[in-house]
């Protein structure tokens, strides 16, 4: 009988909650059974497949809920930038049951005063560090002459899988700067941080039955598959993050400038013990690697798929190179204000790549009003960027690779506010930098070499990998790089 009388009371709960719901100025959107809502009609990874047909029906901004939470999507790029420039929506969401995967501190997930002085802080030494500048260049410029010299010249002319030595490359540039530690193009020992984080992100059915019913975290975690979790998400911190964290604290000097980004931790952490904790300064590695490394991997493999669907950018941008750089010299950074192709090429790679299509949710702290609409405190905001990026409006003919929307009459680069594979606003990605430099060399570099193809008989179709949490990469493709 108790049983009984709990169930009504929660389904007359939820049906109050569902007719409340629909008497506010709301956005619009479906409405679907109460609680339930859009739980299961929303696709769980590549949740902007779903929310594009939304789109198409709702507007440039409108309303899904799953389980109670409300979360709005908005797809106009003004709209956008409006809303992630309040003060009022700089939350990420917090779920107490996810704090064994550190979720409460560090960069990218932490709230209030932590995320404002650990992004504050992380930013400064970044700039200190070089970030964007010469220092960052050599390291980029290590990891490039490996690729280019024990991984593509070997293989000059043939089918060749890349994928895993680019991953390490990119990889271990962050590392170098995180801990000053210059790993071969053939250690892969950076590259177990990502891997990692890709395999945790494989189980979101898992995630959300625990913030569903917290309750379940009070089991045995091997009997609700915790524990396996648990020892994938542990094993880098536990083998590269954990003592590197150790090494440095036996040498770093805590009042002379600092060698890298874990002696910036550990000197933040003698100043402020209690929020620079060894959990907080884990996290905010791992986060490093997230803001700079996946995005980065994937965009270049775009921009490699995309330079040989269409041939003819290929031969423009290899021209752009050597006539600015030449044969004898590696490009650098200061080479890019007389390359405007090559940068159009890039911003149109991070156009059609969409690397980021939803990006990580918002939540607002305050109800806030916004494209005439009232989005109610503790509300999700997703960033649809996807619609953004292949508006047609926005930009024409959003199917085809073409750099020169990026350029104006006289050839110069001529930025357009609605590209923003970033994000914008406060929680903006702080790794822009690194990766825009990344990129540049990266593909400056390899077309300077050698001109790329596809294998005879083989034509990429443009689909993305359908299990990638987050990011959007490109299915895996061989090329063959020629030297020109």
Request: hydrophobic share 40%; glycine share 6%.
């Amino acid at each position: 009988m108790l049983l009984i009388l709990v169930v009504l009371v929660l389904v007359v709960a939820a049906f109050v909650l569902y007719v409340k719901d629909g008497d506010n100025n709301r956005p619009p959107g479906p409405r679907g059974l109460p609680f339930i809502q859009q739980t299961f009609s929303v696709e769980l990874v590549r949740k902007e497949r779903t929310y594009m047909k939304l789109a198409k029906q709702y507007g440039p901004i409108f309303q899904v809920s799953a389980f109670g939470i409300p979360t709005v999507i908005i797809s106009d790029p003004d709209l956008i930038r409006e809303a992630f420039s309040l003060p009022t929506t700089t939350l990420r969401p917090y779920f107490k049951v996810l704090e064994v995967f550190l979720i409460d501190v560090g960069i990218v997930f932490s709230n209030g005063e932590v995320w404002q002085y650990t992004r504050r802080s992380t930013l400064h030494h970044l700039r200190n560090l070089g970030m964007g500048r010469s220092k960052l260049e050599g390291v980029i410029h290590d990891q490039i002459s490996g690729f280019l010299d024990e991984v593509l010249a070997p293989s000059e002319g043939r089918p060749l899988s890349f994928d895993q030595s680019l991953r390490v490359a990119v990889a271990n540039i962050i590392w170098g700067t995180v801990s000053s530690e210059q790993f071969a193009i053939g250690d892969t020992r950076a590259l177990a941080v990502m891997d990692s984080f890709d395999e945790v992100g494989k189980h979101l059915a898992l995630f959300g039955m625990m913030i569903v019913c917290p309750a379940l975290m009070k089991l045995p975690y091997r009997l609700t598959g915790m524990q396996k979790l648990l020892d994938i998400f542990e094993l880098p911190i536990n083998t590269l993050i954990q003592p590197a964290i150790h090494a440095h604290a036996q040498t770093v000097d805590l009042d002379s400038e600092p060698r890298d980004y874990i002696d910036c931790l550990l000197q933040e952490q003698h100043r402020n013990p209690t929020l620079f904790t060894n959990r907080h300064m884990q996290r905010c590695i791992l986060d490093l690697f997230v803001a700079g490394y996946d995005t980065t991997t994937s965009t270049l493999r775009w921009a490699f798929c995309f330079l040989c669907t269409w041939p003819e950018v290929q031969r423009r941008l290899r021209a752009e190179i050597l006539a600015v750089v030449g044969e004898e010299r590696p490009p650098t950074l200061a080479d890019r204000p007389r390359m405007p192709y090559t940068e159009a090429v890039l911003m149109e790679t991070q156009r059609l790549g969409d690397i980021a299509p939803v990006g990580i949710e918002h939540v607002t702290s305050e109800t806030i009003q916004l494209g005439g609409y009232t989005i109610q405190r503790g509300t999700q905001l997703h960033a649809l960027l996807t619609a953004v990026h292949m508006n047609p409006t926005l930009f024409p003919e959003p199917d085809q690779f073409r750099p020169e929307r990026f350029l104006n009459a006289d050839g110069k680069v001529q930025p357009n506010k609605a590209l923003m594979p970033f994000s914008v606003g406060r929680r903006a990605c702080l790794g822009e930098a690194m990766a825009r430099a990344e990129l540049f060399l990266f593909v400056t570099s390899v077309l300077q070499r050698y001109t790329l193809r596809f294998p005879d008989g083989f034509h990429h179709d443009l689909s993305c990998l359908e299990h990638k949490q987050i990011i959007r990469e490109p299915t895996p493709f061989d090329l063959v790089f020629e030297r020109a």
